[in-house]
């Protein structure tokens, strides 16, 4: 059975940190490729962060960049999210995705609420 499960939200102040983790099983955690994506209220889910099979490459939507980093271990199957620097406008529900680079399968988690707020 594929599970996804994220950890590591809560309620941070403007310019604090986080970490999300994501632990995987049920599939072969190491040739998929990881994202995390978020959706605020009323808004769309958008893709946050991703990183490759091997780590090798990364990609960042731009309202994080220099402020998250991705990136995963393999032989814990779990991909992180560290978040520095955090804004009222990260407010939203984080969600972890795997996605097959060879076969069209996505599994997603259940998601997690990261709220900033003084």
């Known amino acids: 059975q594929v599970q996804l499960v994220e950890s590591g939200g809560g309620l941070v102040r403007p310019g604090g940190s986080l970490t999300l983790s994501c632990a995987a099983s049920?599939?072969?955690?190491?040739?998929?490729?990881l994202s995390w994506y978020r959706q605020a209220p009323g808004k769309e889910r958008e893709l946050v962060a991703d990183?490759?099979?091997?780590?090798?490459?990364?990609h960042y939507a731009d309202s994080v960049k220099g402020r998250f980093t991705i990136s995963r271990d393999n032989g814990k199957n779990t991909v992180y999210l560290q978040m520095n620097n955090m804004e009222p406008q990260d407010t939203a529900v984080y969600y972890c995705?795997?996605?097959?680079?060879?076969?069209?399968?996505?599994?997603w988690g259940q998601g997690t609420q990261v709220t900033v707020s003084s």
């Open positions: 995705n795997a996605r097959s680079v060879i076969r069209p399968v996505s599994y």
């Open positions: 990183i490759v099979s091997d780590a090798a490459t990364t």
């Open positions: 049920g599939f072969s955690f190491s040739v998929y490729a």
